[in-house]
């Protein structure tokens, strides 16, 4: 430390003799430049000595912490998000172009996801954390509320307002590039969010907070059966699944989020326009499910190479398909657990066949 606190006062004793020196008449006649330039040499002094003492140890708000590697997400998401070609596609533009202009963002980004249980919501929101921050989903930076477990209870709703906005200005406050993923929206109380409207709207800043460089992502399984039926329209029509775009579905959503029961319903988030991206996660079909249970079992064995018979088996056990036969009622839901459950069942007759 004592070598560090040595590096402190040199940089310090630079940049004071840098912000005189550059304009001598400045320094010496107008006392306001001076004390300004003395601020930004103390600034730059001590981000330069965070970086090198406090920011190597512990978890920093800094581009080392906080590298925003899209191209990662991207990558990430083609390689294992299955059926879901708006999302992937949607998440990556609208995360890229934040970062890309984060400096003059004007609001923070504001993303909500819908659809059925199994189809990727949770999945693709952590991959999101895995790709802006070095330390995940544990990053002090990321914070998550769970509907059934951060706010039970409809007649708490006004605690509960008050201290969600609690926590986002103590946590933009620590960090401007901070994530937030409100899981089960549905199982949250109506109106919970109409108190952060102001806080997700353009020019959200105040003096001591600045959200708009934050993010805002809301998971929900509203509207599954609706996107279910409008993709089912537009299959019947003789449009292929992949060629389907973003407003095929986008109105849908925002409509049946108002409508329906939970955190988003007759919410002035909808109402005052701040979601930036409703983002539809399509029914997945056989094809989608079984890819899932290829890249579960690749987990367990580093193989690709599944047998046949074990896949059906998975199949059969694992997914239940709606009346048309064609959807997944549960996605992948239940996938890596049968997985799990299947592998381990043939490693423990392994030894038995062997011996017989």
Request: hydrophobic share 40%; charged share 25%; with cysteine.
């Amino acid at each position: 430390m004592r070598l560090e606190a040595l590096w402190f006062r040199k940089l310090l004793f630079l940049c004071l003799s840098v912000s005189i020196v550059v304009e001598p008449s400045y320094a010496f006649f107008d006392l306001e430049k001076l004390k300004n330039d003395m601020r930004s040499g103390i600034k730059v002094a001590f981000e330069a000595t965070r970086d090198l003492t406090i920011c190597h140890y512990y978890e920093c708000c800094t581009s080392h912490y906080i590298p925003a590697d899209i191209n990662a997400l991207r990558n990430s998401l083609e390689a294992n998000l299955f059926g879901q070609h708006i999302a992937k596609k949607l998440v990556v533009n609208a995360i890229g172009g934040h970062f890309q202009q984060i400096h003059k963002s004007e609001k923070p980004l504001v993303i909500s996801f819908h659809g059925a249980p199994g189809t990727g919501k949770n999945y693709i929101a952590e991959h999101i954390a895995n790709a802006l921050f070095k330390k995940g989903s544990q990053s002090e930076f990321v914070h998550k509320y769970l509907g059934r477990i951060d706010f039970p209870l409809e007649s708490k709703v006004n605690e509960y307002k008050f201290r969600l906005v609690e926590d986002i200005k103590r946590a933009t406050a620590k960090c401007p590039t901070s994530l937030f993923i409100f899981d089960e929206v549905e199982k949250m109380p109506p109106g919970l969010f109409d108190t952060i409207v102001s806080l997700l709207d353009n020019h959200a800043y105040t003096r001591e907070h600045n959200f708009r460089q934050s993010i805002f992502i809301f998971l929900s399984n509203v509207a599954g059966p609706e996107i279910a039926n409008q993709l089912k329209l537009i299959l019947d029509k003789g449009t292929w699944r992949e060629s389907t775009e973003l407003h095929d579905f986008e109105r849908t959503l925002e409509i049946s989020a108002y409508n329906l029961e939970g955190g988003l319903y007759r919410s002035e988030m909808i109402e005052s326009h701040v979601v930036d991206h409703f983002v539809p996660f399509l029914p997945l079909e056989q094809r989608h499910v079984e890819k899932c249970i290829i890249r579960e079992y690749h987990k367990l064995t580093g193989s690709s190479n599944i047998d046949e018979t074990l896949l059906k088996d998975i199949m059969r056990e694992a997914v239940t398909f709606d009346e048309t036969g064609i959807f997944s009622n549960n996605g992948c839901k239940r996938v890596s657990k049968k997985v799990e459950s299947f592998y381990y069942n043939r490693l423990r007759k392994a030894p038995r066949n062997e011996e017989l």
